[in-house]
Structures are given as C-alpha cells and as structure tokens.
C-alpha cells in the first residue's frame, strides 16, 4: 500500500517536525510529501536511505523544477527557486552554484574555492574569529537580557563569513532580511521575489567595487579566475558569492541558537558543559545530530528510476532527503531522541554526506567552538528568560532555527 500523501506546508508540523518524522520513518520512510510551495516531491527520513540518497549520481543537482518557491531553492539556490515571474537573468544570477550542479561543472568550481576552506586554513582564521566573538560579548556587557540570536548568534558567522570573503559588514542588516526571505522561500510570501532582485544588485555592486579595487580576500580572488583565466562565468561567479554568503551564515547562526537552546532548556547539560571543556567538540556534534540547522534543503531530481527503501522513484521526479529525519533515527542511534553530549563519534548527517558535503564544515565547527568557549566564559550564569516551549521556530522547512532566544545574562 503507498503511504498517504503528507504535508509539510502544515504549521503544526513546521513547529514540531520530530513527532510526524518518527511516525513517517515506521509507517513509509519513502513517501510522497507536499512541500510549502504546493510541488509534490518524495520525502526520504531515514538514515540509510538519506546516505544512500546523497551520494547517488542518478539524483540530480541540476532542473529541480522552477517556479516552484522554497521547493526549487534547495537546489539551485541553498535557498529558493527565483519565482516565475522574474526574469531569467536574475535567477540565472544566483542559481550557478556547486550546490546546484553535477560533475563535472560541480568539480571545477567546488576546486575554485575549496583551498580556502580547508581545516589548516580555517584554524588560522581561530583569533580573529575570538576577537569577533569577545566583541560581541563585550558589546551586550551592560545588557541583562538580550536575544541571543540577534546579537551573538546571527552576527558571529556574518562578521566571519564578510570578512573571509571581502565585504563589508555594514551591510549586514539589509542582507539578513534578504537573505532571510530568501530561505524561508515561498512561505516568505510577496516579498521574495525583491529580496532575490535586492541581493543580485547587491552582489553586482560588490564585484564591480572589487573588480575596480582588488584586495587580499576571495572575493577578489575568485574575480581574477574569472577575469583572467575564465574558469567560470560571470553567472558562475555572482552564484559562488551568493552560496558562500547564504550558506555561510544562515546556517551556522542555528548551529549556535539550537545549541544554546539545547544547553539552556535543561541547565544541567550547561552547568556540565561549563565544568568540562573537554566535552565541547562531542557536544557540538551532537547539537548538529540531534537539532541539526538544515531540516530539508537537499533537493535532488531523478534523472532515471531509482529504487530507494524499496520504492521506486520515477525518472524526472524531484526528491527531498529529511536531514533532521536521518539524524533522529532509532535504527542507527538507538536512543535518537535523548540529547547526550558524550555520544560517541555518531556519523551524523547534518553537513550532507558524499561529493555535495558541506564545504564550510571545518568553519561552522570552529565558529561553535569559539562561541560556545565565549559565552560559558563570559557568561556562566547564562538562562533562558522564556520556558523553552514558548520559544518560537523559524517558518519553513529548509532550515531548522529560533526566531529568537531570550536569555538573561
Ligand atoms: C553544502 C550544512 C555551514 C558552505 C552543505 C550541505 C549541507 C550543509 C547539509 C549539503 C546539501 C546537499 O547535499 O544538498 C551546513 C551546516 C552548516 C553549514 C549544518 C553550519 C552548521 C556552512 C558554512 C559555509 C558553508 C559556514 C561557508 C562558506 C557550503 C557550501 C556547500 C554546502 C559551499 C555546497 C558544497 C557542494 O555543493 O559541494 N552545507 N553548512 N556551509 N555548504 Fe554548508
């Protein structure tokens, strides 16, 4: 019998997923779901089905179908699909992208960038990326409650993410809101087709300032592969900016937010935590396991038949693998549901799995390390200022974040 067709546009759902994907994983782990922009894609939710999923060659990066709001994003742009209605220079824009692409186009330009990501690199970018942290902290110091999203979780990786690229972060504000409908794709509603036109410009303004005064950073790196050796095009180039800059913050704030609302709903776990350091890289694995900040954007298209959890997904369909799904499966973690900040290494699915693997994997790890030191440093007596089931989940089915958390300091 085909299980019943689920919807994941349902608010219920998008504020509780972990209940449905439980029931999902016993009843049909390979189903058909309805996504919020209204396409119908197949969900996979559980763990070997989601690995096996990520590293097939017949699931498709490229012509996830267009149109389609936050269902497209995933593919083409870690966020949205451009809606129909723009033109096709602007999705064009910001749809060339590694995350968006097969081999061989996904090699070159996954090599173009892939030197500035590597663990050596990221770890010498570890006292900058402190100072940032303790200025933050020292920015909130008179404060006695503040949102801890708003001011250390969001502007951390932003900061990182602007200056390892060359831009600047003034602007920071403006490209959050963008940046902010962009992800939460269709449910973002009438303003997400001047939130990708915004950022595009925002992005040519860029390349052209850098282009007229190079620097030493990779945005002026990646404009001389281009302009110089034409390793990519200029599409290519204003896509590779949009995927660093999206992904490189939208993410790694709820790898922070998730984690503190994890540590802070039950302070025993924080108390712990703050008496053994030795425990934080454990933690913060098992923070991306057990809350992990992409919920679904992974979307793939088969490019033939391809039978997975014993379903056959037809040629041409658009399928969706449910990281949070995976990653809470009792198959492979026999006690999912429990949070335990000693788990050994667990294999988690939260940064993808085979060629499409998280490149900012080594980054977001350090970012969390050196925000988590920070604030059990500077902040022992850190609590939340709401009950955590009051706390308020980010609309849309990408991403897994806060709205906020209000914490006392
Ligand atoms: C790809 C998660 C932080 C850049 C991915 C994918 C996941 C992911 C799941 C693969 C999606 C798929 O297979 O469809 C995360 C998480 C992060 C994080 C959970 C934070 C905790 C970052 C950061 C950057 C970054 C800081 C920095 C620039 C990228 C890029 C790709 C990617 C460029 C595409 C790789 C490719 O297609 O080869 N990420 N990410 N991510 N991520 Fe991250």
């Known amino acids: 019998m085909t299980p019943e067709l689920v919807d994941l546009g349902d608010p219920a759902f998008q504020a509780d997923p972990h209940p449905s994907y439980a029931s999902w994983r016993g009843t049909g782990p390979v189903r058909r779901a309805r996504l919020p922009s209204g396409l119908e894609a197949w969900l996979i939710t559980r763990y070997d089905d989601a690995r096996r999923a990520l590293t097939d060659p017949r699931l498709s990066k490229k012509s996830f179908p267009m149109g389609s709001g936050q269902a497209g994003g995933g593919s083409r742009t870690a966020g949205t699909a451009p809606p129909a209605a723009m033109g096709p220079g602007i999705g064009a824009a910001i749809s060339k992208h590694m995350l968006a692409v097969d081999p061989p186009d996904h090699t070159r330009l996954r090599r173009l960038v892939s030197a500035a990501f590597t663990g050596r690199r990221i770890e010498a970018l570890r006292p ?3 100072q940032i942290a303790a200025e933050l902290l020292d920015g909130i110091e008179k404060e006695k409650k503040v949102d801890l999203i708003d001011a250390f979780a969001f502007p951390l990786p932003i900061q990182v993410i602007c ?4 831009v600047p972060a003034e602007d920071r504000d403006d490209f959050r809101e963008w940046s902010n409908a962009v992800v939460a794709g269709s449910q973002a509603g009438p303003k997400l087709g001047p939130a990708i036109e915004a950022m595009v410009g925002y992005i040519h303004t860029l390349l052209a300032e ?3 005064k190079p620097g030493d ?3 002026s790196g990646l404009i ?3 302009d110089a050796e034409d390793r990519l095009t200029e599409e290519e180039l204003s896509s590779m900016v949009f995927l660093l800059l999206v992904a490189g913050h939208e993410t790694t704030v709820n790898l922070i937010g998730n984690g503190a609302y994890l540590l802070l709903r039950d302070r025993a776990e924080w108390e712990r935590l703050g008496a053994d ?7 913060i694995e098992e923070f991306l396991r057990y809350e992990g900040p992409v919920e679904t954007a992974t979307f793939r298209v088969a490019t033939e038949d391809v039978e997975i959890g014993g379903v056959t997904i037809p040629a041409g369909d658009p399928v969706v693998v449910s990281l949070l799904s995976a990653n809470r499966d009792t198959d492979q973690y026999p006690d999912a549901d429990e949070l335990r900040l000693d788990r050994p290494n667990s294999h988690h699915l ?3 799995h085979g060629i499409h693997y998280c490149l900012g994997a080594p980054l977001a790890r350090l970012e969390a390390q050196i925000a988590f030191t920070a604030l059990l440093d500077r902040h022992p007596d850190l609590r939340l200022d709401i009950p955590a089931e009051d706390l308020r989940w980010r609309p849309g089915l990408l991403l897994r974040g806060l709205e906020e958390l209000p914490v006392s300091l």
């Open 128 to 130: 900058r990326i402190e």
């Open 163 to 166: 200056e390892l690229l060359g």
């Open 210 to 212: 850098r282009r007229a």
């Open 217 to 219: 950073d990779l945005l």
């Open 224 to 226: 001389q592969v281009r």
């Open 277 to 283: 350091r030795g425990l934080l890289p454990g933690a």
């Open 350 to 352: 939260a940064f993808g």
